[in-house]
């Protein structure tokens, strides 16, 4: 089977451009999450999505948004990119929602370069 | 979010155990202890989790201590693909995922 598909692989913009970046779920699995990995530090929650519906946002700026397909793959739009921006982008996959267990199955990343 | 301190660094030796240890003394009774772990320039991979008893599996051991304050991630038999950054997590809300620093795993032949 294969594994969560990120799209691009690499991506170089310029600052106050717009990024679309995408993500394809394991199949079968509703629940897509991303998250923004700046070099040198730990993956940081951005949204998560369950049913095309957003279920969790984290401290991010409205610059950044996102949404759900009926097929359960994903998008995550970023305006008026800033340098700050530039870092890997994560997508995370799981079957359902839930407070308890849990695995996530995380795609290669998208690597983002403000210049 | 229950916190987590991990040692920034730590080296092995190929072949031999790598112990790698975590504490989280404002876990809940309900948080669960996960183990993730992230080789250069590839998205993080699961490998283990346990609520109060410790757990095996095909990739690690985990030991959770009876008070669930601390907890060890051992790979058995470490090799050079084994080289990563590896991340305890307790705090999780729905599939959200609070990652720290993390400690960064050198093995070495």
């Known amino acids: 089977d294969a594994g969560v598909t990120q799209s691009p692989t690499h991506l170089i913009k310029t600052r106050g451009q717009h990024v679309t970046l995408r993500c394809s779920p394991i199949s079968g699995h509703k629940s897509v999450s991303w998250y923004q990995q700046v070099l040198g530090q730990g993956p940081q929650f951005i949204f998560q999505y369950y049913e095309k519906e957003e279920r969790g946002r984290g401290n991010f700026p409205d610059r950044f948004s996102a949404r759900q397909f009926p097929n359960y793959s994903s998008e995550l739009n970023v305006n008026a990119l800033l340098l700050g921006d530039s870092a890997l982008y994560l997508c995370a996959s799981s079957p359902f929602l839930a407070g308890g267990y849990n695995e996530q199955f995380f795609g290669p990343g998208t690597r983002l370069t403000v210049l | 979010d229950a916190k987590t301190t991990q040692p920034p660094s730590m080296d092995c030796a190929e072949g031999r155990a790598a112990n790698l240890p975590c504490n989280h003394s404002?876990?809940?009774?309900?948080?669960?202890v996960y183990w993730y772990r992230q080789i250069h320039s590839q998205g993080p991979q699961y490998i283990i989790h346990g609520l109060k008893n410790n757990e095996t599996n095909e990739m690690a051991s985990l030991i959770i201590t009876e008070d669930r304050k601390s907890s060890t991630l051992i790979l058995p038999h470490a090799t050079l693909r084994d080289t990563a950054v590896y991340y305890c997590i307790v705090r999780v809300e729905g599939n959200k995922l609070s990652f720290g620093a993390g400690t960064t795993v050198t093995v070495r032949a």
């Open positions: 404002t876990i809940s009774g309900n948080e669960y």
